[in-house]
T-cell receptor
Framework: TQLLEQSPQFLSIQEGENLTVYCNSS?????LQWYRQEPGEGPVLLVT???GGEVKKLKRLTFQFGDARKDSSLHITAAQPGDTGLYLC????????????WGLGTSLAVNP | KAGVTQTPRYLIKTRGQQVTLSCSPI?????VSWYQQTPGQGLQFLFE???????NKGNFPGRFSGRQFSNSRSEMNVSTLELGDSALYLC????????????FGPGTRLTVL
């Protein structure tokens, strides 16, 4: 069974702090996606990483895909209240039974 | 381009009833996936439809079913509702490019009393 473990599960920080969210698996994925979900809404895709070792930046958010394509991290610099939400990672197994494998999410609260 | 729409947004049912949820994907997207989201279990994959055919299925009982129409719109049905079916049901469409990126609707919040 393929699993994606996200940590931490909950994070409450002050505005201006930095944070890192981790997404780990023992399985190899063809790509990995990060989503953010706000209360009452569906998840919104932030980024897709495809190549082992790839680093992508989206303003203050930095995403990295592990060299072996089994893990990923999301780093937020100088967090703002608008970053508050549930961050979800999803790995694409790209096999015959292709589907996304989802982590349980990291609930982030950034306090002003 | 209009996003994914889901109706209704909120629904309250009692145990034993059945419910039908509707999803309209982004224009041009032929793949529609359904997910159940609960605080304890996270996002659980229900099924995926592509060109009116179920292409993939998660580990849910047969009470959960779906279909897709020729215009790519999709419905899911849950029969004989149980208290544990209370959840946010999300629909996502995908253009099935190489990355399988999902575009989600706002969800239907189902409460079973």
């Amino acid at each position: 069974t393929q699993l994606l473990e996200q940590s931490p599960q909950f994070l409450s920080i002050q505005e201006g702090e930095n944070l890192t969210v981790y997404c780990n698996s023992s399985s190899v994925f063809s790509s990995l996606q990060w989503y953010r979900q706000e209360p009452g809404e569906g998840p919104v895709l932030l980024v897709t990483v495809v190549t082992g070792g790839e680093v992508k930046k989206l303003k203050r958010l930095t995403f990295q895909f592990g060299d072996a394509r089994k893990d990923s991290s999301l780093h937020i610099t100088a967090a703002q209240p608008g970053d508050t939400g549930l961050y979800l990672c999803a790995g694409d197994n790209a096999g015959n039974n292709r589907k996304l494998i989802w982590g349980l999410g990291t609930s982030l609260a950034v306090n002003p | 381009k209009a996003g994914v729409t889901q109706t209704p947004r909120y629904l309250i049912k009692t145990r034993g009833q059945q419910v039908t949820l509707s999803c309209s994907p982004i224009s041009g997207h032929r793949s529609v996936s359904w997910y159940q989201q609960t605080p304890g279990q996270g996002l659980q994959f229900l099924f995926e439809y592509f060109s009116e055919t179920q292409r993939n299925k998660g580990n849910f009982p047969g009470r959960f079913s779906g279909r897709q129409f020729s215009n790519s719109r999709s419905e899911m049905n849950v029969s004989t509702l149980e208290l544990g079916d209370s959840a946010l049901y999300l629909c996502a469409s995908s253009s099935i490019s190489g990355s399988n990126e999902q575009f989600f609707g706002p969800g239907t919040r189902l409460t079973v009393l």
